[in-house]
């Protein structure tokens, strides 16, 4: 037995009285560790360790199956789980202190609301359920609550996920520990696609675990992949219906041309120029896909060119003074003497500007008038925006065709836009172009009193250098 002294006693051979610098020197004891409490701490956290391996296996399969996936990378996937090991070891080594090998046994049983559990699915971005081997939710994260909100933790999936192949997915996988992968459609409130991966995990850590066992689900939106893949269809299918009209007209006159009317003078004078305009129509059509290939190409690549607007929208109204004769149509413009500057691409605010205003000399003839306004408005958030407002009389259009103008090859009268030589493409060309310039485009229309369409651009601060609009 040691005897108690007012010296603390040390192991031996680690102070010696007298030296320089040491314990019996200073005064002050100095605690070293035995080899008997480093390897207690080690057991613990050895013990730590066998406590966490099934959160260290799920963890690794988890960010195994989304570096797969694409959803995070491997990097991430690699940071993630060294977080989610290292508090799972060092809570199983506090867990473990003081418990020896006759503790050992089966781990608990997962239960609703693990918090190891939802702390893993709750960093993950797509929608994640965990449910237990009798299809009971354990576990779900905020994307999930949004795909599914009528899952519950603690109630069967299967009450939430009227899905029956998805139901059924989930108790095949349950069953022989094989992943799933299958898509489904929900009809109501709208149309969604969904991809969902079925993963058992837990069932290669023998069967003191088999409680521990639980299957993950993961669900993808494909609605926007879906949307684009229809909307590509629809574009290749107007586009191809656009150019086949024209086509087949030009096919028949050359036909005809070369049979019936070779030597007919009068048919070649009456048919070759409709054949023109025909061709003329062809040659605009691709023109525009062109454009909005471009612009849609370029589209996350703001302008940077200063330009002012206000000689760019008189040169356009004068270009077109020509049109608004031919319509018996006048035009006038009102627009402040000081330049109002933005930041633009000049060949793409022309655009912009003469599909607006040969819109209106087209389909707002009747009226007899087009006004061209050139202004500035302030924001909430304090900047200013530019402006520029074409106000046609003519019939005006019905609310139900207002928000669907800007679709491409929609059309309120498809004979009249035909016969105007309308592509369908020109107010898509200009909601592109004003996207792309951080601007967008509106539409006011009364049935009877005209359409009025505006321009919103930001405008460059006061203070800016006025540049000339030919640079």
């Given at each position: ?305 200063q330009l002012d607007a206000v000689p760019l929208v008189r040169q356009v109204a004068d270009g077109l003074q020509t049109l608004a004769r031919d319509r018996d149509v006048s035009i006038t413009i009102q627009a402040p003497a000081q330049p109002q500057l933005v930041l633009g691409d000049r060949d793409e605010l022309i655009r912009v500007f003469e ?117």
């Amino acid at each position: 037995m040691t005897r108690k002294s007012g010296r603390p006693a040390f192991g031996s051979g680690h102070a010696q009285a007298g030296k320089p610098g040491s314990n019996g020197a200073s005064g002050h004891p100095q605690v070293s560790e035995s080899p008997g409490d480093f390897d207690g701490r080690s057991a613990r956290y050895v013990a730590g360790i066998v406590h966490a391996r099934l959160v260290l296996a799920a963890a690794g399969l988890v960010f195994a199956a989304f570096t797969v996936a694409g959803t995070l990378s491997a990097l991430q996937a690699l940071g993630g789980f060294a977080v989610i090991a290292v508090a799972a070891v060092i809570r199983g080594a506090n867990a473990g202190e003081g418990a020896g090998p006759a503790s050992a046994g089966p781990p608990p049983a997962l239960a609703p609301g693990d918090p190891v559990l939802e702390t893993v699915i709750a960093g993950i971005p797509d929608a994640v359920v965990v449910l237990d081997r009798e299809g009971r939710v354990l576990a779900l994260n905020a994307q999930a609550e949004i795909v599914a909100p009528a899952l519950r933790r603690g109630d069967p999936a299967s009450i939430a996920l009227r899905m029956p192949e998805l139901v059924q997915a989930i108790r095949s996988a349950t069953a022989d520990g094989e992943p799933r992968r299958i898509e489904f459609t929900e009809r109501v409130p709208v149309d969604r696609w969904y991809e969902a991966i079925i993963t058992p995990v837990g069932r290669t850590l023998g069967p003191q675990a088999r409680s521990r066992e639980f299957v993950l689900v993961t669900f993808r939106d494909l609605t926007p992949l879906r949307q684009v893949e229809e909307m590509r269809a629809d574009f290749v299918a107007n586009a191809s219906h656009e150019l086949r009209t024209p086509l087949a007209a030009l096919s028949g006159f050359i036909d005809t041309l070369q049979g019936p009317a070779r030597d007919d003078v009068a048919a070649q004078k009456r048919f070759l120029p409709i054949m023109q305009a025909q061709a003329t129509r062809m040659a605009r059509l691709i023109d525009d896909l062109l454009s909005l290939s471009r612009i849609e190409l370029n589209a996350h690549r703001r302008p940077d060119t200063q330009l002012d607007a206000v000689p760019l929208v008189r040169q356009v109204a004068d270009g077109l003074q020509t049109l608004a004769r031919d319509r018996d149509v006048s035009i006038t413009i009102q627009a402040p003497a000081q330049p109002q500057l933005v930041l633009g691409d000049r060949d793409e605010l022309i655009r912009v500007f003469e599909n607006l205003i040969e819109n209106a000399l087209k389909y707002g003839a009747a009226g007899k008038r087009v006004e061209i306004t050139v202004s500035s408005a302030d924001l909430p958030e304090g900047a200013k925006e530019l402006r520029v407002a074409v106000r046609d009389y003519g019939p005006g259009i019905a609310p139900e065709h207002l928000p669907r103008l800007t679709e491409r090859f929609y059309r309120v009268d498809v004979v009249e836009s035909r016969e105007q030589g309308g592509t369908g493409l020109g107010l898509a060309l200009v909601k592109h172009i004003l996207n792309r310039h951080g601007g967008r485009l509106s539409i006011i229309s009364t049935r009877g009193a005209g359409a009025t369409f505006t321009a919103h651009i930001p405008l460059l601060p006061a203070d800016a250098r006025p540049v000339d609009s030919r640079s």
